[in-house]
Structures are given as structure tokens and as C-alpha cells.
């Protein structure tokens, strides 16, 4: 999807996200759009495989509920399997590896990350790649100087060489399918938040507290949670997106609520968990 149909629906997404209460019709959400409803239409389902009106229903607090119930058993299985091995996202086998506290502490010294731009589903991105695997995935919404800003000001002492042909090899995997490895530089709290965000599936969601409650910490170290979880280096793959607030509202992402949106009611389109079957009376 190029840069122009993304924004595109992401206008159609911040219309439907101030507007949903009204349950807006389809005309409405073309128009906010600047496309015809039958474009509009033709677009929307080539990028979510879904209506607008179905994405209406998806984004709605209640939805947000509900998933946040039928996520736990689901969560609870994920959970119940380790944390350590390789994860099952998006149809990829992601595998993490972490790094030592002397390697975090060099801030990417004698470290070499290569660069490349691509276009995906939300928007254009850029990927960082060491020998070790993806250790940077950031949506590009303030220019290409502005995403490698960030890179660098994340491993201010790596040297980063621009490579798109090595970054794209990753590229086709992330949305296609295929085999996947994450370098995560973080402090061994970080690593550890975000090995468990790796457990959470497609179309489900959890909360702070939650997650806390799963790593063992307690709801007390909810905020300590949520600082690594806005501390993510690897967006859409290491799944910060897919934490929300126990009141079922979304909460704060770093590449935007738009965004957020877009991916969670993606995956719903894509990776619906169902209800969970009651359990056989005993006889």
C-alpha cells in the first residue's frame, strides 16, 4: 500500500474514531476521506479485508471489552507455554535474542545496524538489522531524517549503513510470512516486557495490569510495565499495540492512536479469537 492510500484510510480511521457513537454511514466516512463511497469501499477492504462498517464495529470501546474477556484464556495458554522460545506472530516464527547488561550499556558500540525504508500496511517504515536480527522497526511519520534520528538517538554509538537490499529480505517476511529474528537492546526489565508481549496472539489484547500480573511483578509494577512498553525499539512485531486499559480505552501509543487502531482492528479482520467453549459439567 504507498504512502497516499495510508493516509487515506487513516483519515477514514480518525473520522470513525471521533464519530463512532453516531455510527457514521459510509458516505460520511468517504467524504472525510476525500474518496467516493465506492472507493472508499474497494480500499478499505484491499487493506483490512473488511468493510468500513465492520472496522466501525471493531474500534468501539465495548469491542475493546469484550476482547480484553476472550483474550485471557487465551493469554493464559500463551503464558503457560514459556516465554523463552520462539513465538508464533502473524504466521511468522519470530525468535528473540536478547542482549547482556554490558552490551546495553554500550549503547550500540562496535555495532553495526543496517538501514532500509519500506512501504507496508500502516504506512511507510524503517528497519534496523544487525548480525543478529531486527533491532529497530519504526513507522516513518516526520520524514526519513526523523526515523533515523530516532534509530540513532536509540544506539547513539552503533554505526548505521544504509543497506535496503539486506533490510528488504526482512521486509517481505514481516507481512508474507517467514522466519524472523529480533535483536533486543534493552535493560534485562525491558527484555523481559517485551519477551512477553511476543506471547500475546493475533487479535487478542491484554492490560498493564495484566501483563503484570503474568510476568509475576503485581499490579504495582504497572507503571514500570508501561515505561517498557513505550521503550519498544521493534514496533508492530514486539506487539506494545495490543496493550490496552482495563476500562477497554485504548491508551497511548507512540506512533499514534490512529495507528493503533488500524493494527488492532486489522488483526481482528485477520485473527478473530473466538469465545472460548464452556467447560463439560461433571458427571
Not at 472496522?55 to 480484553?68: P, R
Request: charged share 15%; hydrophobic share 45%; aromatic share 8%.
Amino acid at each position: 500500500m504507498s504512502q497516499a492510500d495510508y493516509d487515506r484510510i487513516a483519515r477514514a480511521i480518525r473520522f470513525i474514531d471521533r464519530n463512532y457513537a453516531d455510527q457514521p454511514s459510509l458516505e460520511a466516512v468517504a467524504g472525510a476521506a476525500g474518496l467516493s463511497p465506492f472507493h472508499l469501499q474497494r480500499l478499505f477492504r484491499r487493506w483490512a479485508g473488511i468493510s468500513p462498517k465492520r472496522f466501525l464495529q471493531v474500534v468501539t470501546v465495548a469491542h475493546a471489552k469484550a476482547a480484553l474477556a476472550r483474550s485471557s484464556s487465551v493469554l493464559d495458554a500463551a503464558f503457560a507455554s514459556g516465554l523463552s522460545g520462539p513465538s508464533r506472530l502473524h504466521d511468522l516464527m519470530v525468535a528473540c535474542d536478547g542482549v547482556t547488561p554490558g552490551e546495553f550499556r554500550a549503547r550500540g558500540a562496535g555495532l553495526t545496524i543496517r538501514t532500509g525504508f519500506h512501504d507496508g500496511p500502516f504506512g511507510p517504515y524503517l528497519i534496523g538489522l544487525t548480525t543478529r536480527g531486527i533491532c529497530y522497526l519504526g513507522f516513518v511519520d516526520e520524514g526519513e531524517a526523523g526515523a533515523l534520528a530516532d534509530l540513532a538517538g536509540r544506539y547513539p554509538a552503533a554505526e548505521l549503513v544504509a543497506d535496503p537490499v539486506a533490510t528488504g529480505r526482512m521486509a517481505r517476511a514481516l507481512f508474507a510470512g517467514g522466519s524472523l529474528s529480533l535483536h533486543l537492546i534493552g535493560t534485562n526489565h525491558q527484555v523481559k516486557v517485551w519477551q512477553a508481549l511476543l506471547a500475546i496472539p493475533p487479535g487478542a489484547v491484554t492490560t498493564y495490569g495484566g501483563l503484570a500480573e503474568r510476568l509475576g511483578e503485581g499490579r504495582a509494577s504497572a507503571r514500570a510495565i508501561a515505561g517498557a512498553v513505550a521503550a519498544n525499539p521493534v514496533a508492530y512485531l514486539v506487539p506494545c499495540h495490543r496493550v490496552i486499559r482495563g476500562s477497554g480505552a485504548l491508551g497511548g501509543y507512540y506512533y499514534g492512536l490512529t495507528r493503533k487502531r488500524a493494527m488492532l482492528a486489522w488483526e481482528a479482520a485477520y485473527h478473530p479469537i473466538a469465545t472460548p467453549e464452556p467447560a463439560a459439567a461433571a458427571v
